[in-house]
């Protein structure tokens, strides 16, 4: 019923940088290839493709997508299909959004703003920053959100696979999906708060960085030294 | 037995107007909040470049819910007016190296998150020995004592608000007596600012009573155990500024005091003070628990309606500081 203009499920796009390309969906207005810029509408259905060092938000009152350089998102409703690359997600609703890559799937609730990271496994990661609500897993049972805990989302049919805690701060200074866009996430207080609340409880830090999962069974660390705390 | 007459004379022999000051009480700086050092546990982020997602490093999160953190300072410094006394009187000339040393031991007892704020409560206790080292105010060397319990709300807003209420108590180590203590309920408000990448301001602002119980008042053995009572207002602004290995950390404060209880023959109207304050403070860190400091500051205090006793006064001090603190 939404089919042309006017649907609730479409996006705007908020900011283009670089080089982006739409691939309407079938059935849509416009069905050639487009190059994708700022204030270009994203239609429910439509797959947009980042090129190298280009990035793309897109954004309506329930969500807020960012795109990094190089990945492939679909959005149809209330799914994101992320091909490849990676996306920041902040979800300003309540109801479930499903989120699907290459070979996995996760249902997630509630408000969050999260960052999700494509393996080589056909899986992803599942980053949140803030928020509260559940990942929901097609295998296996349901876990709350937690700030700054790292899932692994593995196979398919999905499960959930080992969890890190991770250094929330130091991915807020170094993610371009957070730092390269004009304007700051609308849920970035939060995201200062969540960073505050970890601070007090770190123990300690792992000189080490978490890397592409080539396999269900590997995860890539990237060691740079000893750890510290105790 | 003989030190402690010789320092007895030294006291009447400056008697009496010493004995309208000895260390002012309401001037000492009371630690009734824990060490901001707690909240900034932030080991050595690794080097890495921006990617889209950002870097990925694990941490290990503490297990138990209370975390306990004590430390130790030591602080030597000179003091133009340790007495707090005003300029043209006897003790105005008494200047003196002061030496402090603190041991403080707090815990937190927890989080609360919630959406838009985490509650953390927290106690804490200290115990500060001061001596005179170098004039004759030894016989004033102190002991103090102090406990509090609070709670921060840090919000997402950015402001952390907070309110608890503190105990404090000075004994002469001469006469090994209790000259002061006070109970002070406080609530109070921080906000920082990040005025660009190396320089953040924080802005404190708090008001509290002193509930006081505090040796009689030499020049008016009218007043009342309690006439130290007071509410207080104090708001202060500082800055800390990053220059290489060094945290510099000048700081503005204005305290306003109106006294309830002190309306005497001497104090018709009621006392007021205001005091102002700039400081100065360098840290150096030697490693991630120890840390050196140089400090200098200048305080300056204006009193309204005193009648006959005079509590203006102007002080300077600059000195250094080690402190050693750890979470255990």
Known sequence: MFAQGENEHDLECTFSLGTNWLFPAVGNKDTNLVRFDQNSTFRNGDSLHTKEQSLCELANKDLKIRLGSNSIVGIKQKKISLTKGTVLIYKNFEGNLNIKSKQSNLSTAGQYTAIVDCTSNGGFKFIPLEGKGLIIPAKGESKEIFRGRLTMILGSPSQLGSAYDIDLLLLLKSSRLINAFPTSLPSMKRISLAIYAQQLRIKGKYNALIGDAPTDDNLQMWAFGEKEGN | MKTNITKLMAFFATAPS???????????ERSNQPPSAITSAEGVNANVDTSDAGAQRPIFLKTENISVFGGVDSKIYYDDNPLSTQKNSILSSQRDAVWSNTAHLGAGLGQIEMQDAVITPYIGVSYTKTEFLASTLDWLDYTSTN?????????????????????????????????YSEFYPNVGVLKTYSHNEDILGIFNMSIGYHDTDADKHALDPTLSRSYLDSFDVIGSYGIQYYFKDFLISPSYSATYKTY????????KNGREDLIHSLNLKIDYSLDNDLNLSLFGGFS????????????????????????????F
């Not at chain 2, 309830?260 to 104090?267: A, L």
């Open chain 2, 18 to 28: 010493i004995l309208l000051s000895q260390v002012d009480p309401t001037t000492i």
């Open chain 2, 147 to 179: 406990a509090y319990i609070m709670a921060n709300i840090q919000h997402s807003n950015g402001w952390s608000y907070r309110l608890g209420v503190s105990y404090a108590s000075d004994s002469n180590d001469l006469t090994d007596t209790e000259t």
């Open chain 2, 300 to 327: 300056k205090r204006d009193t309204k309606d005193t009648g006959a006793i005079p509590y203006d006064f102007t002080k300077g001090t600059a000195g250094l500081g080690l402190s050693l603190s750890t979470t």
């Open chain 2, 260 to 267: 309830t209880k002190s309306n005497t023959i001497h104090e």
